[in-house]
């Protein structure tokens, strides 16, 4: 079977960039796919952003979209009667992972847009999937963040609205994977996102609370979203950026 080339295009700069990449590199001598799937919780804006890389890459994107959830992270949590734990969240593996394990040939190499800052992940990603060929274009390159988003600027390109507004990525609003500075922040910007995470929360029960007390005597303590206590919104706050093998990553610290 022809070996593919597959990039993973999360609709974030990194992924932009790790894709402008590798079609640099491979284009001409391998089949590059470019794949994408669709979240019905992602900001709107990331399919302009989406669009606009697709005519930068002049390559089409292949957009996956579940059916079984109706590509809703909220319709994950519902059915699964779960939204976190040390080993990740259910809807990356149900809305992302499953899709691609669907698609892909056995033969295919994965380009992932781990940065820089990231190198450790991958080599623990690789270590403990030994069997998996990935490349990461940003590592080789040397490239971070910034560097990605200045890229994608530079191309003439406007970054995902997320970015704009001073998020550290164009995950979902309220993405499970943040914490309390950021649930501030999704709680002004985004309400009606911010209401429909805490309902299905408040649903499961006391099960599916995932922030805790960092102090005090409730130290430890989880609490739900509706419990969220005043305080600074971080829109930088610092959380993975969520593509088709981020769980696969996140294996590499919950073990």
Same mark, same amino acid.
């Given at each position: 079977m022809t070996e593919r080339i597959v990039c993973q295009f999360s609709c974030g700069a990194?992924?932009?960039? =790790?894709?402008?990449?590798?079609?640099?590199?491979?284009? /001409?001598?391998? +089949?590059?796919? %470019? %794949?994408? =799937?669709? %979240?019905?919780? !992602?900001?709107?804006?990331?399919?302009? *952003? &989406? /669009?606009?890389c697709e005519r930068w890459f002049g390559r089409p994107i292949t957009v996956l979209r579940d059916e079984k959830y109706g590509a809703s992270v909220i319709e994950v949590f519902k059915r699964k009667q779960f939204i976190v734990s040390r080993k990740g969240a259910p809807c990356s593996t149900a809305l992302k992972r499953t899709l691609l394990d669907a698609w892909k040939q056995p033969s295919d190499v994965m380009v992932l847009g781990f940065t820089a800052e990231e190198e450790d992940r991958l080599d623990d990603l690789r270590e403990r999937n030994p069997d998996r060929e990935v490349l990461a274009p940003l590592v080789e390159a040397r490239l971070g963040k910034e560097d990605c988003r200045a890229m994608v600027q530079r191309a003439g390109i406007e970054l995902p609205l997320m970015y704009r507004l001073g998020y550290d990525?164009?995950?979902?609003?309220?993405?499970?994977?943040?914490? !309390?500075?950021? @649930?501030?922040?999704?709680? !002004? +910007? *985004?309400?009606?996102? @911010? !209401? +429909?995470?805490?309902?299905?929360?408040?649903?499961?029960?006391?099960?599916?609370? @995932? &922030?805790?007390?960092?102090?005090?005597?409730?130290?430890?303590?989880?609490?739900?979203?509706?419990?969220?206590?005043?305080?600074?919104?971080?829109?930088?706050?610092? %959380?993975? /950026?969520?593509? @088709?093998?981020?769980?696969?990553?996140?294996?590499?610290?919950?073990?």
């Amino acid at each position: 079977m022809t070996e593919r080339i597959v990039c993973q295009f999360s609709c974030g700069a990194a992924s932009a960039v =790790a894709t402008k990449l590798a079609l640099a590199k491979y284009g /001409a001598t391998h +089949d590059v796919q %470019i %794949i994408n =799937a669709f %979240i019905k919780e !992602e900001h709107p804006d990331n399919r302009r *952003f &989406l /669009a606009d890389c697709e005519r930068w890459f002049g390559r089409p994107i292949t957009v996956l979209r579940d059916e079984k959830y109706g590509a809703s992270v909220i319709e994950v949590f519902k059915r699964k009667q779960f939204i976190v734990s040390r080993k990740g969240a259910p809807c990356s593996t149900a809305l992302k992972r499953t899709l691609l394990d669907a698609w892909k040939q056995p033969s295919d190499v994965m380009v992932l847009g781990f940065t820089a800052e990231e190198e450790d992940r991958l080599d623990d990603l690789r270590e403990r999937n030994p069997d998996r060929e990935v490349l990461a274009p940003l590592v080789e390159a040397r490239l971070g963040k910034e560097d990605c988003r200045a890229m994608v600027q530079r191309a003439g390109i406007e970054l995902p609205l997320m970015y704009r507004l001073g998020y550290d990525n164009a995950n979902c609003p309220a993405c499970v994977k943040g914490g !309390e500075g950021y @649930f501030r922040a999704i709680r !002004e +910007d *985004f309400p009606e996102w @911010f !209401e +429909d995470l805490a309902a299905v929360q408040e649903s499961i029960g006391p099960g599916a609370n @995932f &922030l805790r007390y960092r102090s005090g005597p409730m130290k430890d303590q989880r609490f739900s979203l509706r419990e969220l206590p005043q305080g600074k919104a971080r829109r930088n706050e610092k %959380i993975p /950026a969520c593509s @088709f093998s981020c769980e696969l990553a996140e294996q590499t610290y919950a073990a």
